[in-house]
């Protein structure tokens, strides 16, 4: 475990100083106090990282008016496991969805193409509120399929991408220009540290970035990354946020 530093000298803290139980580290250079968990968090986060040597898939660029790290999110293995459960998944789901697509045409008096399936039940035709109940049914099974296939897009061509301006900053996560952004205001940044999240991969819980602010926001990225891209993200955003 790396040792914890003062973040505003940068002086090692020594045990003496450190009270875990109130959660409290002092700094005898600089007669400052702070919590032990965050020192610990960042010491961690920064220990080995190289912010001048950016890993495979990172890229960083600085205009003079804004700094832009990118992360890509690829991911051959874990593109290969959703695309394996996303066909499995949607194959049988594509079953029921031409049953439900051919009962519907049908209702609506439309032709149905010979090689859809025959939407009967019990010897009759699907009337119109059992082919409705259906339709509910197969929703919550397609979303998580269409899930799916995100998950393989995201794996293959997704990014986490951070803009730090002056007075504006925004994170991005996506597959090129499609994604969400959240915008903050760097100046109320007021930590940078990992979280575990719920989300687990062969039994162990992934971890994400949370940036804090001033008015109690938590902005979380960066859970798709590789354990070095989210490691150096992390530390560069710690850099240059809190400094």
Known sequence: MAVPACSKCGRVIPPEDINVGNDLA??????????FSLLVN????????????????VYQRNDGISTVISASQRSLGAALALLAMSLF?????????????AATLKNMGMVVPPWFPAPVMNGKLMDVGTTLFLWIFLT???LIGTGMIVGVLVSLAG?????IGRTEASVFTGVGAIGYRRRFDPGNVTDVRFVQ???QVNGQARTCIIIGTKDGRQIKCGSMLSDVRRKFLAASLRKLLIG
């Not at 002092?26 to 919590?35: E, L, S």
């Not at 789901?93 to 031409?98: D, N, Q, V």
């Not at 990014?159 to 803009?163: F, L, S, Y």
Request: overall charge negative; proline content about 6%; some cysteine.
């Open 26 to 35: 002092y700094c005898r250079a600089c007669n400052t106090a702070c919590k």
């Open 42 to 57: 960042a010491t961690e986060m920064e220990d080995g990282v190289d912010l001048g040597n950016p890993p495979s898939g």
């Open 89 to 101: 998944w949607n194959g049988i789901l594509s079953t029921f969805l031409l049953v439900a697509s």
């Open 140 to 142: 919550p099974f397609i």
């Open 159 to 163: 990014r986490t991408e951070v803009e």
């Open 197 to 199: 999240t719920s989300w």
